[in-house]
């Protein structure tokens, strides 16, 4: 069974910073074939993609986290990451894992910013 399995959420106040992982149990040739995204649903929000880094290490991120947020990934470990640092309360949500074309998804890490 395919599984994207997210850590590193939690509660942090506003400026703070979070490390997200997420570990992909699939073999390294599948993970290295597709790209990565972290996508985050807020309360009563549809879900966007924040950050996506494609399977030759190419980055895109939506326009309001730029220069906050670096995703990168560890081929080796079949991890992606999400650096978030200067966190602000907009960026509250639950954050999800996708593998593309895969279509594969992870269950989510509750993200709270507080004021």
């Known amino acids: 069974q395919v599984q994207l399995v997210e850590s590193g959420g939690g509660l942090v106040q506003a400026g703070g910073s979070l490390r997200l992982s997420c570990v992909a149990s699939?073999?390294?040739?599948?993970?290295?074939?597709?790209?990565m995204g972290w996508h985050r649903q807020a309360p009563g929000k549809q879900r966007e993609l924040v950050a996506q880094?494609?399977?030759?290490?190419?980055?895109n991120y939506t326009d309001s986290v730029k220069g906050r947020f670096t995703i990168s990934r560890d081929n080796a470990k079949n991890t992606v990451y999400l650096q978030m640092n200067s966190l602000k309360p907009e960026d509250t949500g639950v954050y999800y894992c996708?593998?593309?074309?895969?279509?594969?998804w992870g269950q989510g890490t509750q993200v709270t910013v507080s004021s």
């Open positions: 699939i073999s390294s040739m599948l993970f290295r074939l597709n790209a």
């Open positions: 880094i494609s399977n030759l290490g190419d980055r």
């Open positions: 996708n593998a593309k074309p895969s279509n594969f």
